[in-house]
């Protein structure tokens, strides 16, 4: 199952994209889909011939950073993902022979050392590519959230607070915090024993600290196991969900920690999972659509439910 690629994953592929980018030219740029390419000016041609510098995390965005105060911003949302295809020096690539774009290719991008493609599945095209010039220009793109890797405590806590929401919708929105969703908001409220609809206004200052210091751990953690998992290779599955997570995509499984089964609320294409042993005082959360369903004898505690279950 596909998410958007948060932070470790998007950390996964600058680490694969830079010994294989940096330094090179960016000799030929293919637009397979029509849907991607959502700026106009500066034109897709004028990153031909350019060298690459650098690449950045903005957000969930990946950065190419070019020649003459150019950059690429690619958003690769739910299904995008990268492909890499290695070659020895060739002829001119206007004239190399390539492979015949998929169903999923959105576009594909030629350097001296090998040919990128981005693809996305399914029908719908959500992935994006700006060309923007300038700092300036760039910054238009930043949805404003901190970097938790790179603030402080106190900066933390004061984002955190700034309006009365639950944990959950509070750690993944963009403009409070850079680079993290559903998958690591999952991991990151578990490691702190915080329910995922506890409101921000009622945290106390010291799980404000713990819940900083579980997101700093959760996300260096996760970046720094994947990088090691993927070594030299390219990333070739890019995933939300992970084998070792301890609750993220686990629902009914046991909690590494206390072994009681992991529990999910359901709201619209996406789950909330959580330990409510760990996280909750042994509370079931109210899923919106079970609870509706059942009314009265929806299950309150794990016992409950484990009751509603012998029946």
């Not at 196991?225 to 969900?241: C, Y």
């Not at 206390?258 to 789950?271: F, G, H, L, M, S």
């Not at 996280?279 to 929806?298: E, F, H, N």
Request: a positive charge; charged letters at 25%; proline letters at 5%.
């Amino acid at each position: 199952m596909l998410a958007v690629p948060e932070l470790p994953d998007v950390e996964l592929y600058l680490h694969a994209l830079g010994p294989r980018i940096i330094g090179q030219t960016l000799e030929r740029v293919r637009i397979v889909s029509p849907f991607l390419l959502r700026s106009v000016t500066p034109g897709i041609a004028s990153l031909e011939g350019r060298r690459v510098l650098g690449l950045r995390r903005l957000g969930k965005r990946i950065v190419w950073v070019l020649d003459d105060d150019l950059f690429v911003v690619i958003h690769l949302m739910i299904a995008g993902r990268f492909r890499w295809a290695g070659h020895v020096q060739g002829p001119d690539p206007r004239t190399r022979p390539g492979a015949s774009p998929s169903k999923t290719t959105l576009a594909t991008f030629d350097f001296t050392t090998g040919t990128l493609t981005l693809t996305e599945a399914g029908a719908k095209r959500r992935a994006s590519l700006y060309v923007v010039q300038g700092e300036a220009s760039l910054a238009e793109h930043d949805p404003g959230g901190i970097d938790v890797l790179t603030s402080t405590g106190d900066a933390f806590g004061a984002r955190l607070r700034l309006e009365n929401r639950t944990l959950k919708r509070a750690l993944t929105d963009p403009r409070l915090f850079s680079g993290i969703g559903n998958a690591y908001s999952d991991e990151i409220l578990h490691e702190a024993r915080l329910s995922p609809t506890q409101l921000t206004s009622n945290l106390t200052d010291l799980q404000v600290g713990q819940l900083f210091d579980s997101t700093r751990t959760v996300l260096r953690t996760w970046a720094a196991r994947l990088i090691e998992e993927a070594g030299d290779r390219f990333p070739e599955k890019v995933s939300a969900f992970r084998a070792g997570m301890a609750v993220h995509g686990k629902y009914g499984q046991g909690c590494p920690r206390c072994d009681a089964p992991v529990q999910r609320i359901q709201y619209a294409a996406n789950e909330c999972n959580y330990c409510a042993r760990c996280q909750t005082g042994g509370r079931l959360l109210a899923d919106r659509g079970l609870s509706r369903l059942l009314g009265a004898d929806w299950p309150r505690t794990l016992e409950e439910l484990e009751d509603l279950k012998r029946r």
